[in-house]
Structures are given as structure tokens and as C-alpha cells.
């Protein structure tokens, strides 16, 4: 994650008027960058790597206590790091989620490989919840504010943050858009990652759930390649089913794999672009909504 991903600066862009009008600055999210060893250094293998090799031909840099792998830094030293990330940024995460419980705001955390089709699937979800629920929604992405206007299109607010270099949102940043966008009273907001199904599975933005979308093009073993994310979620929208008859895709199987690596994930079959399932998933929306709700009642 960030102990290895080096990740950068974030900028928020909120267009009511323009784009590309910017509400703030760039907002450098406090992940420490502070390690000591050099970045060009010879490839030796004196420290510990935390691999090993596999008689099949497989390299696993998975098997360190850190579970990644960077040239240079030792196994210790990644953990330290990565307990410092995860400690700001849950702190962070419990400002989140106090301030949307404060508001009655039912937030879910979108995550996926970059086009999944989250962007057409969260703008027809959006049409379909009109006259039931208000959503808005902040958009991440590396560049541009091309999803943020998507989103607009269909009449809800929408702040684009933009992550540079970065290769997921955390907390932080997240705290300002919402700060920024200041969702109504009782009301949903969807948080759009940035395409990636490796770092987002391990940051909690204060969100109620996280929702990965598979598209039917991605291929049935993707649950067993990057299994954090599935495990991480609640949900599981298998994506663009209106492909299905042009494709050779076991619908089964994939919806198997994921539930061997996460026996609890729900799982729905939607189509964006014909609206096949969207109407199981609204149901869904507002139902985990409601339960939410009566859950911070008793609280």
C-alpha cells in the first residue's frame, strides 16, 4: 500500500459553475515518505525481500510479514510504515464516518479496475433513485474531471478529487470533499475509487460498505488474483451482463470464486446500459440504507 506505492499530492476540483474551478488546493495527505534508503542502489539480497520460489516457476513476494515487496527496504521496516499509514488514515476515517452519522448520510465506497463501468452504473443508479433518496458523489481519479461531469449530468452534485500520482483516495482526502460538497441531510453519497483493485481494499474512507464492480470482460478468476478487494467488500456487481451473449464468460464460476475468497460477499448481476439488475440494487441501496439508520438511532 502506500509503504511501497508512493503516492502523492491530491487536488480537489468542484465545478458549479466551471470546470475546473478549484475549491482548494492541493491537499498532501500525511502518508510518511520519511524512509532512509537511497533510491538508487544496486539489487542485492542481503535484505530480507520476503520471497520465495516456487518449483512451478512462480516468484511470491507475498510471503514477508509485509505482504508486498520494495527494493531496498526490509520487511520491518514496510510494516512500521504501513502501521504509521493505516493508523492516520483510520483516524481520519473515524472523523468521516462521525460526520456523515451526524447528517443521516449512507455512504458507499465504490471500487474497481479501471472500466468496470462504475461511472455509467453509478449515473443510472443515481436516475433510478430520483424522487427516493438524494445522492451525491465525489469522483477519484489520477487526472481530469471528466467522471465528476458524468456525474452532474444527471443533476447531482459531484466534486472530483484528483490524486496525481496517487493510486487510491484515503480518508483525508475525503474528509475535505465532503467537507466541500456538504451532502443533504439523510441522504446517500457515493465515494467513486480510483480504478485500482489493490490499495483501495485496505483504506477506509468512513464509508458504510464497500462495493466492488467486476466487469463480465474482466475475466472469471479475478476474485482469486486480487483477493483483498473481494474480501474487503460487501458487495460484489458483476458489471455489463448485456455482453454476455458475445462472450465466453462463466457467470457461475466467477460468482464461486469471489464467494470462496469471501463467503459473505452479496453478490448481483446489472447492466449499466440496459439496466438489468438495477432494480435489486436500488433495493439493496435502500435497504442497507434504512438498517444504517435505525443502527445509529440505537446507538
Given at each position: 500500500m502506500?509503504?511501497?506505492?508512493?503516492?502523492?499530492?491530491?487536488?480537489?476540483?468542484?465545478?458549479k459553475?466551471k470546470?475546473?474551478?478549484?475549491?482548494?488546493?492541493?491537499?498532501?495527505?500525511?502518508?510518511?515518505?520519511d524512509?532512509?534508503?537511497?533510491?538508487?542502489?544496486?539489487?542485492?539480497?542481503?535484505?530480507?525481500h520476503?520471497?520465495?520460489?516456487?518449483?512451478?516457476?512462480?516468484?511470491?513476494?507475498?510471503?514477508?510479514?509485509?505482504?508486498?515487496?520494495?527494493?531496498?527496504?526490509?520487511?520491518?521496516?514496510?510494516?512500521?510504515?504501513e502501521?504509521?499509514?493505516?493508523?492516520?488514515n483510520?483516524?481520519?476515517?473515524?472523523?468521516?464516518?462521525?460526520?456523515?452519522?451526524?447528517?443521516?448520510?449512507?455512504?458507499?465506497?465504490?471500487?474497481?479496475?479501471?472500466?468496470?463501468g462504475?461511472?455509467?452504473?453509478?449515473a443510472?443508479?443515481?436516475?433510478?433513485?430520483?424522487?427516493?433518496?438524494?445522492?451525491?458523489?465525489?469522483?477519484?481519479?489520477?487526472?481530469?474531471?471528466?467522471?465528476?461531469e458524468?456525474?452532474?449530468?444527471?443533476?447531482?452534485?459531484?466534486?472530483?478529487?484528483?490524486?496525481?500520482?496517487?493510486?487510491?483516495?484515503d480518508?483525508?482526502?475525503?474528509?475535505?470533499?465532503?467537507?466541500?460538497?456538504?451532502?443533504?441531510?439523510?441522504s446517500?453519497?457515493?465515494i467513486?475509487?480510483?480504478?485500482?483493485l489493490?490499495?483501495?481494499?485496505?483504506?477506509?474512507?468512513?464509508?458504510a460498505?464497500?462495493?466492488?464492480?467486476?466487469?463480465?470482460?474482466e475475466g472469471?478468476?479475478?476474485?482469486?488474483?486480487?483477493?483483498?478487494?473481494?474480501?474487503?467488500?460487501?458487495?460484489l456487481?458483476?458489471?455489463?451482463?448485456?455482453?454476455?451473449?458475445?462472450?465466453?464468460?462463466?457467470?457461475?464460476?466467477?460468482?464461486?470464486?469471489?464467494?470462496?475468497?469471501n463467503?459473505?460477499?452479496?453478490?448481483?448481476?446489472?447492466?449499466?446500459?440496459?439496466?438489468?439488475?438495477?432494480?435489486?440494487?436500488?433495493?439493496?441501496i435502500?435497504?442497507?440504507?434504512?438498517?444504517?439508520?435505525?443502527?445509529?438511532?440505537?446507538a
Amino acid at each position: 500500500m502506500c509503504s511501497v506505492c508512493g503516492c502523492g499530492e491530491a487536488e480537489i476540483v468542484l465545478d458549479k459553475d466551471k470546470a475546473g474551478a478549484h475549491a482548494h488546493g492541493p491537499h498532501g495527505h500525511d502518508h510518511p515518505h520519511d524512509h532512509d534508503h537511497p533510491h538508487d542502489h544496486p539489487h542485492d539480497h542481503d535484505h530480507d525481500h520476503g520471497h520465495r520460489h516456487h518449483d512451478e516457476g512462480v516468484i511470491d513476494y507475498g510471503q514477508g510479514a509485509a505482504g508486498a515487496h520494495a527494493p531496498g527496504v526490509s520487511q520491518e521496516r514496510m510494516v512500521a510504515i504501513e502501521r504509521d499509514v493505516m493508523s492516520k488514515n483510520d483516524a481520519y476515517a473515524r472523523d468521516n464516518r462521525r460526520a456523515l452519522a451526524a447528517k443521516g448520510v449512507f455512504a458507499l465506497n465504490f471500487v474497481s479496475s479501471p472500466g468496470s463501468g462504475k461511472t455509467a452504473l453509478l449515473a443510472r443508479t443515481i436516475e433510478a433513485l430520483k424522487g427516493r433518496l438524494a445522492v451525491s458523489v465525489i469522483e477519484g481519479d489520477q487526472q481530469t474531471s471528466n467522471d465528476a461531469e458524468r456525474i452532474r449530468a444527471t443533476g447531482a452534485p459531484a466534486i472530483q478529487i484528483n490524486t496525481g500520482k496517487g493510486c487510491h483516495l484515503d480518508a483525508h482526502m475525503v474528509g475535505h470533499a465532503i467537507e466541500t460538497l456538504d451532502p443533504e441531510p439523510n441522504s446517500a453519497l457515493f465515494i467513486e475509487n480510483v480504478g485500482n483493485l489493490v490499495c483501495p481494499a485496505g483504506f477506509d474512507l468512513g464509508e458504510a460498505h464497500k462495493v466492488v464492480v467486476l466487469s463480465v470482460t474482466e475475466g472469471e478468476d479475478k476474485p482469486l488474483k486480487y483477493p483483498d478487494m473481494f474480501v474487503a467488500a460487501d458487495l460484489l456487481l458483476l458489471n455489463k451482463s448485456d455482453l454476455l451473449p458475445h462472450l465466453d464468460f462463466d457467470v457461475g464460476l466467477c460468482l464461486a470464486n469471489a464467494l470462496r475468497v469471501n463467503p459473505h460477499l452479496q453478490t448481483l448481476v446489472v447492466s449499466a446500459k440496459t439496466g438489468e439488475g438495477l432494480a435489486a440494487f436500488v433495493a439493496w441501496i435502500e435497504a442497507s440504507a434504512a438498517r444504517r439508520a435505525v443502527a445509529l438511532a440505537k446507538a
